[in-house]
Structure formats: C-alpha cells, structure tokens
C-alpha cells in the first residue's frame, strides 16, 4: 500500500475484522496500559486518530506500546486495540515509516537472525548462571542464519527495513 489515506486504514482494519468505530472514547484502554504509565503514550488517542486521519502513521506513540494485550482484553466494546496498532505499524512500515530503534533491530535480525546479537560478555554471563552459552538460535546454529536471510529477503522484509528513514 502506498500513499495511505483515512480510508485505506480504516479498510485495512476492516479487512483484518478490526471495527474501532465503535470505539466510544471511554478511556479504559488509556488507563490500563501499562506503557502509557512510563510514556506519554495515550492508547484512546491513537484509536481515534485512526478513526479520522492517517497523522497516526507518524505519531511516534504508535511504536510504544509493548503488544501486551491489557487495552484489548478490558476493553467493554472488544475493539481488538491492540490488533489495530499492530496493522497500523504493518501499514506504516509500508510506507517506509519506522522509528529509527525498530529500524536498527529489524536490520539485527537480517544481519545476524536473532534481535539481540550475543557476544562473549553475554556468552560468560549465560555461563556464569549455569546456562549453554548460546540459546537455540541462530547463535548455536549459524548454518540456519543463509535460511533466515533467504526467508526473511523472499518476503521483502529486507526492503522494507532498508526503506526511507524516519
């Protein structure tokens, strides 16, 4: 999708079985969120930017929230909150937006298959606490990481992280 306007978010949300008109604005998403204790994050905002206007796209808030699912499950509408950030991220980052620390992690995982490289401090800690020093990833078998690269190139996600900056 390119070129986003009002109506392509709301269809997109529609198309995933998200309805955030039937939002009310009581604030129970807001006042549970976990997040918006930490950061200026306000859940009811972003729900009703998405209901009016695409500036949701760049609102840095829309990358705050933690995917933790609170908002959605106190939520007296079922409005699938949480469902509508993520397929509004999923509608930004095809529109070449993305914060620069979720552009950074996303290039980790293409460079190295796993977000949080391990090196030989972390490898001596893991140790230390009576753990194999490397998890089971890519780290352990680094034969799987050409397979990781392919997969996540054969479904563009290399584009779309090296896509314009933020």
């Known amino acids: 999708?390119?070129?986003?306007?009002?109506?392509?978010?709301?269809?997109?949300?529609?198309?995933?079985?998200?309805?955030?008109?039937?939002?009310?604005?009581?604030?129970?998403?807001?006042?549970?969120?976990p997040s918006g204790r930490y950061t200026g994050m306000i859940t009811r905002k972003l729900v009703?930017?998405?209901?009016?206007?695409?500036?949701?796209?760049?609102?840095?808030?829309?990358?705050?929230?933690?995917?933790?699912?609170?908002?959605?499950?106190?939520?007296?509408?079922?409005?699938?909150?949480?469902?509508?950030?993520?397929?509004?991220?999923?509608?930004?980052?095809?529109?070449?937006?993305?914060?620069?620390?979720?552009?950074?992690?996303s290039q980790l995982v293409l460079e190295h298959g796993h977000a949080v490289p391990i090196n030989d401090a972390v490898k001596e800690k893991r140790e230390h606490l009576g753990m194999e020093a490397l998890p089971e990833t890519v780290h352990k078998y680094p034969d799987a990481l050409a397979d990781v690269q392919t997969l996540l190139e054969s479904c563009g996600f290399d584009k779309l992280v090296a896509g314009a900056q933020e």
């Open 48 to 105: 009703r930017m998405a209901r009016v206007s695409t500036d949701v796209l760049h609102d840095p808030d829309l990358w705050m929230c933690t995917t933790c699912y609170t908002c959605q499950e106190r939520c007296p509408r079922e409005i699938k909150i949480t469902d509508a950030i993520l397929a509004i991220r999923a509608i930004a980052v095809h529109e070449g937006i993305m914060l620069p620390e979720h552009r950074k992690v």
């Open 1 to 33: 999708m390119t070129k986003s306007n009002k109506s392509n978010i709301s269809d997109a949300l529609k198309d995933a079985g998200i309805e955030i008109l039937t939002c009310l604005q009581c604030g129970t998403c807001s006042g549970s969120c």
